[in-house]
């Protein structure tokens, strides 16, 4: 009965900032690790960034480091994807994934059992 469910995608402009947000049920954020994807119409999922359960430990993508940022509240069972200086190649549909991957297997697609349905981020050049 796990669910992961994304929301506070939307359209913006060059340089602007959005707040994703992953909520969780059915997993305890201390026990699972999150971790954020994304993928549009023409290429493979690709790995944005996440974060160690047990531990908070992050990390991220080259393509995001420096201007994403991966936080929760586990008493919201929610996990944050702060982006801030968009730019136009951050234009994608933006999934969040749960399981128990070591940190070496983060950004492997396979390595995540449980996924949202995604959110569409479109930024204007």
């Known amino acids: 009965q796990v669910q992961l469910v994304e929301s506070g995608g939307g359209t913006v402009q060059v340089g602007d900032s959005l707040r994703l947000s992953c909520t969780t049920s059915?997993?305890?954020?201390?026990?699972?690790?999150l971790a954020w994807f994304r993928q549009t119409p023409e290429k493979e999922r690709d790995y944005v960034g996440g974060?160690?359960?047990?531990?908070?430990?992050?990390s991220y993508a080259d393509s995001v480091k420096g201007r994403f940022t991966i936080s929760r509240d586990s008493a919201k069972s929610t996990v944050y994807l702060q982006m801030n200086s968009l730019k136009p190649g951050d234009t994608a549909s933006y999934y969040c994934?749960?399981?128990?991957?070591?940190?070496?297997?983060?950004?492997?697609?396979?390595?995540?059992?449980?996924w949202g349905q995604g959110t569409q981020v479109t930024v204007d050049s």
């Open positions: 994934a749960a399981g128990r991957p070591v940190l070496s297997s983060f950004s492997r697609a396979s390595a995540w059992p449980y």
């Open positions: 974060i160690r359960g047990r531990d908070g430990v992050k």
């Open positions: 059915g997993l305890g954020l201390s026990e699972n690790n």
